[in-house]
């Protein structure tokens, strides 16, 4: 008598019909997650640690953050070529995991910057932050929509270990995001006080972030390499399919301009409650709505499920858009920052939270279309576009306060009336701007109908 064989998630001849998961996975799937946001988080505070710490003046640090992403370009590129190529006993995507720990390595040695001078200090941030985006983190971002749909087969089950993680990201980076203005004002008021803080952060992420990679395999993949199943295509057909998929471009352009804002608005709190309230440690208060997040998350599985995962991002786009009028409208008032971040929060969650599933969605789409299924080079075309939009952020934010005539030194006790209308305008005027041109493409995005 054959013996049968129990339909669990580590079973390779588990069906995704059938496919259950234990209850731990949700949590070790998502630490690694966590440990990437709070970095991203942290990372956001590099133009005022380069301008306010360094010293080194706003147009400068812009045009170096920028330029830091034509690496992007190709690392993220070769990056998904590598992965998908990958086939060890670990898994695909698996063993990218490891990145995380680096990633957290050259932050620390980034906010520990030493006296050089001035353009010795330029280049060493361009150094360390290129390492940080354009090596370790595209690693991670790469490898893990590809992890994903490897350990995990059923997409309800995907959803909702995604949805999950999201929420589990959305508090911790809430609660970062509420710590680091504190942090900055006990610590941050000194240059080697930064190491300090990141450091904070840094040894807790390292290790927990590395445990999902020793607890979770490819289960699928290993049914794949049963089957025989192997990613066989050039480069060059890679780019050609690639180019052929619509919809992965698109999301390309819809992750680009919704980290662009997010980091915009973010990074700008800082100057914002530092010059317009006369207290950096206020910028908490942006953080604090997003606490609120993780409930409506509860309810993103079901809603994705019965009115599709495109209109669940176009509706977050039309309520980052309402977020920033409110803010917009109501101007230096505690209240209408606290109403208007809230819908803003609301907002980053289809993108921000359920990226990888949009990632999968266009890996199917584009196997559909052109016969060639691109894991890897998909997956890194949305790390490009995430740290693309963080780059261009964090660029333009030093490229207009530099314009604006803003006072980069850490002795300055006042600024120059243009600076401050610059400072109202970053805060809520340009996210507003960018989030309006994101919700208006995001309407094209109807891939379920394409399927």
């Known amino acids: 008598m054959k013996k049968r064989v129990k339909a669990n998630w580590a079973d390779p001849l588990t069906t995704a019909e059938n496919e259950k998961l234990p209850g731990w996975l949700k949590w070790i799937w998502s630490i690694r997650g966590l440990a990437f946001s709070i970095n991203t988080v942290l990372m956001l505070q590099i133009t005022y640690y380069c301008t306010d710490m360094l010293g080194l003046a706003p147009t400068l640090v812009g045009t170096m953050l920028m330029a830091s992403k034509v690496l992007d370009a190709f690392t993220d590129l070769i990056a998904g070529y590598i992965v998908d ?22 932050t620390v040695l980034l906010f520990s910057t030493p006296n050089f001078g001035t353009v010795g200090k330029a280049v060493y941030v361009f150094i360390m932050y290129a390492l940080v985006n354009s090596v370790c983190s595209t690693l991670c971002m790469v490898a893990d929509p590809v992890y994903l749909g490897n350990a995990i087969r059923s997409d309800k089950n995907k959803m909702s270990v995604t949805s999950f993680q999201g929420a589990l990201i959305m508090i911790g980076a809430s609660v970062v995001g509420i710590l680091v203005p504190q942090l900055v004002g006990t610590f941050g008021t000194e240059k080697s006080g930064w190491t300090i803080i990141a450091l904070i952060f840094a040894v807790p992420s390292a290790i927990v972030g590395s445990i999902r990679m020793f607890m979770i395999k490819e289960v699928n993949l290993e049914k794949k390499q049963a089957e025989g199943v192997k990613s066989n295509y050039s480069i060059g057909e890679g780019l050609k399919a690639l180019s052929k998929n619509g919809f992965a471009i698109l999301l390309c352009v819809l992750v680009i301009l919704n980290n662009t804002q997010q980091t915009i608005a973010t990074a700008a709190s800082n100057y914002y ?47 980052m858009v309402a977020g920033y009028i409110v803010r917009l409208v109501g101007g230096a008032n505690i209240t209408t920052i606290l109403i208007g971040s809230l819908f803003t929060a609301i907002g980053t969650i289809p993108i921000g939270t359920l990226l990888s599933i949009y990632s999968i969605e266009c890996m199917d789409y584009g196997e559909k279309k052109t016969g060639i299924r691109l894991e890897g080079l998909i997956a890194s075309t949305s790390s490009f576009a995430y740290k693309l939009g963080g780059g261009i952020g964090s660029g333009l934010l030093g490229i207009f306060m530099g314009m604006s005539g803003y006072l980069s030194s850490e002795t300055a006790t006042s600024q120059p009336a243009s600076a401050i209308s610059m400072i109202y305008f970053v805060f809520n005027g340009l996210p507003l701007i960018i989030a309006v041109i994101a919700t208006v493409l995001s309407m094209f995005y109807n891939i379920k109908k394409n399927r």
Do not use: E, H, Q
């Open 273 to 319: 409650f530092k010059w317009i309230f006369g207290n950096v440690s206020l910028a908490s208060l942006v953080s604090l709505p997003t606490m609120l997040t993780p409930l409506i998350l509860i309810f993103v599985p079901a809603l994705s499920r019965k009115i599709g995962t495109g209109k669940v991002l176009k509706a977050g786009f039309i309520s």
């Open 85 to 106: 190529k990958t086939n060890t006993r670990w898994g695909k995507g698996r063993p990218y995991d490891i990145a995380i720990s680096l990633t957290w390595l050259c």
